[in-house]
């Protein structure tokens, strides 16, 4: 398959007057051709810096390391200029917090008449771009002369859809898109989302969420992040039937599930918060939390490993090398 994304080592700290917060620190990962990945993990975990520091890096963030191509192209290497000639055409973000994301006081035209002349492009070859795009998500071609204000929550999140896919962009990441809005909005929202990675109209799609169940609707292929690091990567029914790292593991217990009384039975989760990142946990980074920590958690980072195409950070996985 065709990797359109690949992370090597991949490191974001943000510069504080106390020390680096390790926000992203080691990541390595894939997104290959077609593929809808699902980003998961607590608030706070690196989930969106991740992904912003891929779009648009800017202070108190800085790329400490590592690589991070698209294509042949090393993001991390980058000029301002540089990176805003492929925003858009080959990558694009719909933002975390998306309905916020339009100048109410801009008409929806006057917004592609600036994004004509930022991209040196003829404005109405613009406007029939965006045309085409709200026709696919299903929103009236009126809406090109009406202001943000105007537009309910759903509306204006497909509007930021159509902008943020106007030049079939390679990469789509969607940061929590559905989090603002109501259960049947986000079910439109995944669909389309989908049907964008169907009709080939986005190559590859990064869906950043905390809600389980919205990622096994949409995704292929789940990564799973704590405290700046990848610990799992595998397919959704994997991941949400036999998860291997106890953080997984602890994620998915949390989710309800229908039919059971959790008057009667509590809900499980997590024990203990997150490490603070400006001083995180030597070795393991879940080991404060994890009841399967051992002497060797606490000294020792665990490596990656592949247990039938299956990735997990875990030494509870780690087969002992016998000595000679």
């Known amino acids: 398959m065709t990797t359109i994304l690949k992370l090597e080592n991949y490191k974001v700290y943000y510069e504080t007057p106390n020390g680096y917060v390790r926000a992203v620190d080691g990541v390595n990962l894939e997104v290959e051709k077609g593929e809808i990945l699902g980003l998961i993990g607590e608030s706070g975990c690196g989930k969106s810096t991740l992904v912003m520091s891929l779009v648009l890096p800017k202070p108190p963030m800085k790329i400490m390391g590592g690589r991070a191509l698209l294509g042949k192209i090393d993001l991390t290497k980058l000029s301002w200029d540089e990176r805003r000639k492929i925003l858009l055409t080959k990558l694009s973000i719909i933002p975390q917090y998306a309905l916020d994301a339009l100048p109410v006081i801009k008409k929806i035209g006057?917004?592609?008449?600036?994004?004509?002349?930022?991209?040196?492009i003829p404005e109405d070859q613009v406007i029939e771009k965006f045309i085409e795009r709200i026709k696919l998500v299903g929103l009236p071609t009126n809406v090109i002369d009406m202001y943000p204000l105007e537009l309910s929550g759903g509306m204006r999140q497909r509007v930021i859809i159509a902008l943020s896919t106007i030049f079939s962009p390679d990469l789509l990441i969607a940061d929590e898109p559905t989090s603002a809005l109501d259960v049947s909005t986000q079910r439109q929202v995944l669909e389309l989302l989908r049907n964008l990675r169907d009709t080939g109209i986005v190559k590859s799609i990064i869906f950043v969420t905390h809600d389980i169940a919205s990622?096994?609707?949409?995704?292929?292929?789940?990564?799973?992040?704590?405290?700046?690091?990848?610990?799992?990567?595998?397919?959704?029914?994997?991941?949400?039937?036999?998860p291997l790292h106890p953080y997984t593991q602890g994620l998915i217990r949390a989710v309800p599930v229908l039919g059971i009384n959790y008057k009667k039975k509590r809900l499980s989760?997590?024990?203990?918060?997150?490490?603070?990142?400006?001083?995180?946990?030597?070795?393991c980074r879940f080991y404060p939390r994890c009841k399967y920590a051992t002497p060797k958690c606490?000294?020792?980072?665990?490596?990656?490993?592949?247990?039938?195409?299956?990735?997990?950070?875990c030494w509870l996985y780690v087969k002992e090398v016998p000595k000679k």
């Open 269 to 283: 989760g997590l024990p203990g918060q997150p490490p603070n990142l400006l001083n995180p946990p030597s070795g």
């Open 110 to 120: 006057a917004f592609l008449s600036d994004l004509a002349k930022d991209k040196n």
């Open 215 to 242: 990622v096994r609707q949409i995704a292929d292929r789940i990564a799973v992040m704590y405290a700046g690091k990848i610990v799992e990567i595998s397919s959704v029914e994997e991941i949400i039937k036999n």
């Open 298 to 313: 606490i000294k020792e980072e665990p490596p990656s490993v592949n247990i039938n195409s299956r990735i997990v950070s």
